[in-house]
């Protein structure tokens, strides 16, 4: 018997290899599908099975292109309904995998047709569960993803509690728990760094499998402070469910090298999006003016996904050197399969052909501070809700980057705006969405509120409501 867990932490997600006498299951499959392919091929095997736990909202799944590519059987949860072939399993229904059995767990709450995987060994043993979106370490699906005119995400909070008492918390403390997704998950609200845990220490330490909890103490206790979904889930979870195009040929056509003359052709005339990948330093050095930064060196398609709201947007890129390919891949997981190519020799090759190249202010934490004490200024932090809450500037004005295209109405082109989050990622993204938008008088504080807080400029402590 082999497992593997195949992490990929800009999605925070798991994806699984299992292999016994030569067959192989793949669980929740990532958009690139070839990985899957050779790890089977060197290990001269085949795949038979693709189990997905369920219809997923934050990523596109590769079990299309994977069955296409193998001929091997997709697999969902009861009632699964899609536009290509699949089995939809039964309610303890059993898969013989090699000496290896996977019993259907049917566990709706997260989802209808959501589902967990039991393992059973050659010795009849529960070995392990793949627990998909229903159970993560330290927390659970968020139940507000499949709402229906007749289904509210208290009735699906109730069903998650009956499918985790039912159907997982009786299996033994020693079986291994494999979830689709760690921290940094939008699927949950406060997931473990651990990917692999043991069901025990969930029983003791999980809030939502204490043993002496009401379901109307769990539907409470798993809604509150539950953030509203990123944009693009909902979108997501239709392509998983109607079908997409090849991701090689997203690939391909993303992946094509254009001269600087050809780049601004499609942004002017086709509408394309410049999306700059490079780091934070190298875009505040200088950009092409409009362009919208999101670093590949941060949570990429999160990001993407909660601020350009069209998945067909057509978008061209500006890369470092030899990471085109992996910017259109990142994309595509998250549904965005417009990419028309790269910027061919980057910025520099960009400057070489005379073209206009912009900048953005940034200042060390201590600028800003001897600045904040000698004038009134205007401070925006663009940290999530929690964050500011937590601890923020006196001054500051909150407008969450998550929120950020929705609430431009809130921020002023006639003002000068101090922009941070907490290190200095987040602050650029904010402030290339609002040059696009025409504001041109920002400057970004380097290091974020890590580095504010080392400062002596005074700043508002969260106090609980229960101690005033």
């Known amino acids: 018997m082999k497992i593997e867990q195949l992490y990929t932490g800009c999605l925070a997600q798991g994806a699984y290899y299992i292999e016994s006498e030569g067959e192989v299951a793949i669980i929740d499959p990532l958009r690139e599908t070839q990985q899957y392919i050779d790890r089977a091929k060197a290990n001269n095997a085949t795949i038979k099975y693709i189990l997905e736990t369920h219809f997923h909202a934050d990523f596109v799944s590769g079990h299309i292109d994977l069955a296409e590519k193998t001929g091997a059987t997709i697999v969902f949860g009861p009632g699964a309904s899609t536009e290509y072939d699949i089995h939809s399993a039964t309610d303890g229904e059993e898969l013989k995998l090699g000496k290896l059995t996977i019993k259907i767990l049917h566990t709706p709450g997260h989802t209808l047709e959501s589902v967990t995987y039991l393992l059973i060994d050659e010795n009849g043993k529960d070995h392990a569960i793949f627990s998909g979106d229903t159970l993560f370490l330290g927390d659970v699906g968020r139940p507000d993803l499949a709402i229906k005119s007749d289904l509210t995400k208290e009735d699906l909070a109730g069903m998650l509690y009956d499918s985790l008492r039912t159907k997982i918390m009786p299996l033994a403390d020693d079986v291994i728990v494999y979830p689709a997704h760690g921290a940094g998950s939008a699927c949950g609200k406060n997931l473990s760094k651990e990917t692999v845990g043991i069901l025990g220490e969930q029983k003791q330490t999980n809030y939502a499998l204490r043993a002496d909890m009401t379901k109307e103490e769990f539907v409470k206790e798993v809604l509150d402070g539950i953030a509203p979904p990123p944009q693009y889930f909902a979108k997501n979870a239709m392509m998983n469910k109607m079908g997409y195009d090849a991701f090689d040929s997203i690939l391909k056509t993303g992946d094509t ?71 259109v891949t990142r994309l595509s997981r998250v549904g965005y399969d417009n990419t028309l190519g790269y910027l061919k020799g980057g910025i520099e090759a960009w400057k070489d052909a005379g073209k206009e190249i912009d900048t953005l202010e940034s200042i060390s934490a201590e600028e800003f501070a001897n600045r ?97």
Request: net charge negative; aromatic share 8%.
């Open 257 to 327: 090298p254009l001269s600087p003359e050809e780049f601004e052709a499609l942004a002017n005339h086709e509408s394309a999006l410049v999306l700059d990948v490079r780091s934070q330093s190298e875009y505040i050095k200088g950009h092409i003016p409009s362009s919208i930064f999101i670093g590949l060196n941060g949570q990429f398609a999160p990001w993407v996904g909660a601020l350009i709201t069209d998945l067909k947007q057509p978008i061209i890129l500006v890369v470092p050197e030899g990471k085109s390919a992996e910017a």
């Open 372 to 468: 904040a004490k000698s004038a009134d200024i205007n401070i925006l932090d663009v940290r999530k809700d929690g964050e500011y809450n937590s601890m923020h500037l006196e001054q500051a004005q909150h407008l969450s980057l998550d929120y950020i295209n929705e609430k431009m109405n809130e921020v002023s082109k006639d003002k000068t705006y101090y922009i941070h989050c907490a290190g200095g990622y987040r602050s650029v993204i904010a402030a290339s969405i609002l040059k696009a938008r025409g504001f041109n008088n920002l400057i970004d504080i380097a290091g974020g509120f890590g580095a504010i807080k080392k400062t002596d400029l005074p700043t508002t402590d969260f106090v609980c409501p229960s101690t005033l």
